[in-house]
């Protein structure tokens, strides 16, 4: 079956580490996207790839970063710089950018200890 | 600026109530408006793509229509199941990302 996998599904973050969650899609699509979820918010955007090698910021990347070295991957990683880094990341893509739906993974939910 | 604001932010209904879901919008030239819904813990999941103001467009128990200020999300005879956050988004036409609205929680009692 075609879709987006993320991991992990929780993710502890001791203060001052480096964490990254993990976004897969076997959908052959081409863009990518990273999303910030929290309660009462509406989801906010953090990085975005409209092709491999090549991401631009959304509109909270900083703390956070991310590369794009296979079309199949878009992992992102949460820096200690990321003061208050707890919440639902969800990780989406679509066909390109042209194609506005966007079809999201699962979700991970990062916690600090 | 892209602005999305849903109303109400929670609704309960007595299964077979039928109700609207509204999403009020602002954006610099309209590419499209999507209705998703995400069940708790998990990702949203599509639903819906309107792209000009009189569409409409059906899936089960649920309508989505748009203007050119908001859309509605018609919910007819709904059931226990059709219980979940519905998100709203808009996307403008020089614009990749979408801006989402904060959600609208509802719940369905049997």
């Known amino acids: 079956d075609g879709g987006i996998t993320q991991s992990p599904k929780y993710l502890f973050r001791k203060e001052g580490q480096n964490v990254t969650l993990s976004c897969e899609q076997n959908?052959?699509?081409?863009?990518m996207y990273w999303y910030r979820q929290d309660p009462g918010q509406g989801l906010r955007l953090i990085y975005y790839s409209q092709i491999v090698n090549d991401f631009q910021k959304g509109d909270i990347a900083e703390g956070y970063s991310v590369s794009r070295e296979k079309k199949e991957s878009f992992p992102l990683t949460v820096t200690s710089a990321q003061k208050n880094p707890t919440a639902f990341y969800l990780c989406?893509?679509?066909?390109?950018?042209?194609?506005?739906?966007?079809?999201f993974g699962p979700g991970t939910r990062l916690l600090v200890l | 600026e892209d602005q999305v604001t849903q109303s109400p932010e929670a609704l309960r209904l007595q299964e077979g109530e039928s109700s609207s879901l509204n999403c009020s919008y602002t954006v610099s030239g309209l590419r499209g408006l999507f209705w998703y819904r995400q069940d708790p813990g998990k990702g949203p999941e599509f639903l819906f793509t309107l792209y000009s103001a009189g569409e409409e467009k059906e899936k089960e128990r649920l309508k989505a229509t748009l203007t050119k200020k908001e859309s509605f999300l018609h919910i007819t005879a709904p059931k226990p199941e059709d219980s979940a956050t519905y998100l709203c988004a808009v996307q403008a036409w020089w614009g990749n990302k979408l801006v989402f609205g904060a959600g609208t929680i509802l719940r369905v009692k049997s």
């Open positions: 959908l052959n699509h081409d863009a």
């Open positions: 989406a893509s679509s066909i390109d950018r042209a194609q506005e739906t966007q079809y």
